[in-house]
């Protein structure tokens, strides 16, 4: 079978958290997280096809603080790290679920990602340990990099080379002596790609959600963000392997991520809320904490993987929806709750198929 493709128009597999990682990863990481932190402070200062759905509503329980952003405590227990919910199973093809992903289309069991399962799989309690999780070697920088926002008009225009602008990256393809090889041999490699997003600067709820054709996003570092799905419907980010800051590339070169990576994450440690990137229908992707530090649980969220609070948008204060980050699947966005104005992918990108013989590079 041939296998390693995404869902999308340039389709991503998935992400992981880490524990055997190479020195270079480790001695990276705080200067990762400093410099990311930087980005993301400067930064902030400045579809799929639709279907009947029930309105895309905010079902979460916690009591907001004093501020109306985030709450002093979710409504649920924190996501264990050691124990994350499979995501398997949980893709929808008819409309939006909470705590789903809805797909605009059918798993093909041609086009998948990782080709066996890891030891941090654990089928039986059908749960996975993201601290154990194996990580690509390598570490590459790009100084290419570049993201930029500017507004014009009622719209926000955002353009990026598609590279990192803060972070490393492994080395892609995967190398057989890469310990990570062995369950995921992703031959892709990274390349340096125009994108560019004209999004509206005060979007709006559509009258029904919309399903995600693969694409979810874009983050403020430059990468783009994918579903949290693979080309079979699994948990992306559970089975397949990823770098140091759990991104990897797709068929068509392209460097993405299937959640909010570890290394952003890191760098929002301390802050209560901060917006980490933008959905192709306009909203703002949110990393929120609750007064302990913790990430949000799906049981906070709505169908769409949101919710309405006050958050800084636009340079100000404002009472808006926006996604919110988690740790379990879908781990960004279920669904579209705007209008995803962006074009739908004609059909599945070409199947990623294994190597004839083991490459000593590529």
């Not at 200067?31 to 979460?60: H, K, N, R, Y």
């Amino acid at each position: 079978m041939s296998r390693h493709h995404d869902p999308s128009p340039s389709h991503a597999r998935e992400r992981g958290r880490k524990t055997h990682r190479t020195p270079a990863a480790r001695t990276l990481r705080p200067v990762i997280a400093a410099l990311g932190a930087a980005a993301l402070v400067s930064a902030c200062g400045a579809g799929g096809a639709t279907g009947a759905a029930t309105p895309a509503t905010a079902s979460a329980s916690a009591a907001t603080s004093a501020s109306g952003g985030t709450p002093d405590s979710w409504s649920g227990a924190p996501t264990d790290p050691k124990k994350v919910p499979i995501g398997d199973g949980k893709v929808e093809q008819t409309g939006a679920k909470q705590g789903y992903a809805w797909s605009c289309r059918a798993a093909d069991g041609t086009i998948g990602g990782a080709q066996k399962d890891g030891p941090w799989i654990d089928r039986k309690s059908k749960t996975w340990d993201s601290t154990s999780k194996v990580s690509v070697q390598g570490s590459h920088t790009w100084p290419q990099a570049d993201y930029s926002e500017t507004v014009s008009g009622t719209h926000r225009v955002i353009k990026s080379t598609g590279l990192p602008t803060h972070e490393v990256t492994g080395t892609f393809p995967i190398q057989p002596s890469d310990p990570a090889y062995q369950y995921d041999f992703n031959p892709n490699t990274i390349k340096q790609k125009a994108v560019g997003y004209t999004l509206p600067l005060n979007p709006t709820a559509a009258a029904h959600p919309s399903c995600l054709a693969g694409q979810v996003g874009i983050l403020k570092n430059g990468v783009l963000l994918f579903a949290g799905f693979d080309g079979e419907d699994r948990d992306a980010v559970a089975h397949e392997t990823q770098d140091a800051c759990d991104g990897h590339p797709a068929p068509t070169e392209e460097y993405h991520y299937h959640d909010i990576p570890s290394c952003l994450l890191n760098a929002t440690e301390g802050k209560r809320s901060t917006l980490v990137g933008y959905a192709l229908d306009g909203y703002g992707i949110y990393v929120e904490r609750d007064a302990k530090g913790n990430l949000p649980t799906n049981a906070d969220l709505d169908e769409c993987h949101g919710r309405t609070s006050t958050v800084e948008w636009n340079g100000k204060q404002t009472s808006i929806y926006h996604y919110v980050a988690t740790k379990e699947f879908p781990y960004t966005a279920g669904c579209f709750h705007g209008t995803n104005n962006t074009p739908a992918p004609s059909g599945p990108p070409p199947a990623r198929k294994a190597p004839v013989a083991a490459p000593t590079s590529r």
